[in-house]
């Protein structure tokens, strides 16, 4: 087992108001031997590990009430998974299921096993064995955070941050690029945590790298760090489906993970300085949706492109993927997706079970500035593309189950749950 390591005070003798904090790590890195997710094209296990995998437990609490933020590195979490594993924790830090928001990082380093749906049709089972172990060791950051929770002060700020992620087929369109930045700190100004969000693909290591490897997003948290010891810096991928260093990285190469991860930890450093003090607010709401599948060819029918250029090489990998889901979903009409709203401070933050486009992180925005997509959360459902990603037949499209409305059905949901846990307090 791991060493969890944690930040915190004895809990005695808090202020009734107070916002309690707690924040636990642990290394997940699993042994090599290990099948590595991510890559279609990538069938050799894993050699060893070149950066640590780390799951992270932050813990809120307010008015007798806990929510909880846990981070993982790894591509995603299925809920065979994630929902057994937030009903153990809500046991343990006596909550809910639904207070507990389990975020993937999207590293495309880390091993099989947690997730069972990329490629669809084709994907691996559950691990279980790395499944209980990842489990038992997240509970055991659950019981540290909850050991060491203390009375804190949230600040926040907002930037934006170029020269890491662009759009994956159209270089020249922008997208979202913000960047936004929460810091936990004791009253005497203590550091306890770090999180910063922001949209991309951890994609600067291809599918020949055999380490692994938390991708930019560890890079990032090792420059966190180095400038504020103490603090345990956490990320949150957002709406990043068509999002990625694809155009921006010089080389898939961990010199290049280390370059990339300064520009986003150099940015995170400077935004905490900027931070401006939040209201104390925790509350959390959650919808199923029945978002409907897209209409197949029969897979007699689908097109398999000649790929030449390197976005023809991914479109035609699309292209083998969507022949592998008319077969899987031959039958099944719909798709049951829950999404997990948490409102902490002036700020709301949407979980998403899969893969969103910018589009939607730039939607719900309008809706409240304050409202932040985490992509990758409590389970993954593949990708929800936009309706221009769906006319230009993108890898992203190709391999999605569903066409425009899924994408319609999330942005009407996620606002309805900004709009519900808006009501619940008074304007800030």
């Known amino acids: 087992m791991s060493l969890v390591r944690g930040q915190g005070v004895s809990s005695g003798g808090h202020m009734t108001g107070d916002l309690l904090v707690g924040i636990a790590e642990v ?41 909880a933020i846990v981070a993982v590195d790894t591509l995603a979490v299925s809920s065979g998974f994630a929902g057994a594993l937030r009903e153990a924790l809500a046991g343990v830090l006596d909550t809910q299921p639904a207070a507990i928001l389990i975020c993937a990082s999207h590293t495309h380093a880390g091993p099989c096993g947690l997730q069972n749906w990329f490629p669809p049709g084709a994907a691996p089972e559950l691990d279980q064995k790395l499944v209980e172990a990842v489990s038992e060791q997240i509970m055991d950051a659950a019981r540290a955070a909850l050991d060491n929770r203390a009375p804190a002060v949230l600040t926040a700020s907002v930037g934006q941050l170029a020269g890491v992620g662009g759009d994956r087929n159209e270089p020249e369109r922008s997208v979202d690029q913000q960047i936004t930045v929460w810091r936990f700190r004791h009253h005497d100004g203590q550091p306890l945590a770090i999180v910063f969000h922001y949209a991309c693909h951890p994609t600067v290591l291809g599918a020949d790298n055999r380490l692994y490897s938390a991708d930019f997003v560890g890079a990032a948290r090792r420059r966190i760090r180095k400038a504020f010891p103490g603090a345990v810096p956490v990320f949150i991928n957002g709406a990043a489906g068509n999002i990625s260093t694809r155009f921006l990285r010089r080389e898939q190469s961990f010199e290049e993970v280390e370059r990339l991860g300064q520009i986003v930890g150099d940015r995170v450093i400077a935004l905490v300085a900027e931070g401006k003090p939040e209201p104390v607010a925790l509350a959390w709401a959650t919808e199923a949706l029945e978002l409907p599948f897209r209409r197949f060819a029969a897979p007699s029918e689908l097109s398999r492109p000649t790929a030449a250029s ?3 090489v991914v479109r035609a990998e699309g292209r083998a993927i969507e022949t592998q889901l008319a077969r899987a979903l031959a039958g099944r009409h719909t798709q049951t997706a829950v999404l997990s709203a948490f409102r902490i401070g002036s700020w709301i933050l949407v979980g998403v079970p899969g893969e969103p486009f910018d589009e939607l992180a730039l939607a719900v925005r309008a809706e409240w500035p304050g409202a932040l997509i985490a992509g990758y959360a409590n389970d993954y459902l593949g990708y929800f593309p936009s309706q221009s990603a769906i006319e230009m037949a993108t890898y992203e499209a190709l391999s999605s189950p569903y066409d425009v409305r899924a994408h319609e059905l999330l942005r009407d949901g996620a606002r309805r749950l900004i709009r519900q846990l808006l009501s619940n307090f008074r304007s800030v």
């Open 27 to 67: 290394d997940i890195t699993p042994p090599a031997g290990k099948r590595m997710d991510g890559y279609i094209s990538r069938e050799e296990p894993g050699l060893g590990a070149h950066d640590a995998l780390l799951a992270q437990v932050l813990l809120l609490e307010h008015d007798e009430k806990r929510a």
């Open 310 to 312: 390197r976005l023809e």
